[in-house]
């Protein structure tokens, strides 16, 4: 599936998805959703898809280590 959708923003900031989508995304009332704000746009994904999705980016990476090595940097840097 896939497709545009043209959707309104309700008198108290609302968004209507259509049916159409949420049965395919199996988004029934009260659905966690995650509104991602990009530079052309904004994405829409439910909570456990987005999580999915950062787990995936993130996948074998360590991030501890990814900060220590920038902060070192950066202290070095600064000492410099």
Known sequence: MGG???LSVGNKGRLVVPAEVRQHRGWSEGAALIAIETDTGLVLVGRDEARRMLREQLAGRD??????ESRRAEAAD???
Not at 63 to 68: M, S
């Open 4 to 6: 545009t959708y043209n």
């Open 78 to 80: 600064d000492a410099a």
């Open 63 to 68: 991030l501890v280590a990814e900060l220590l």
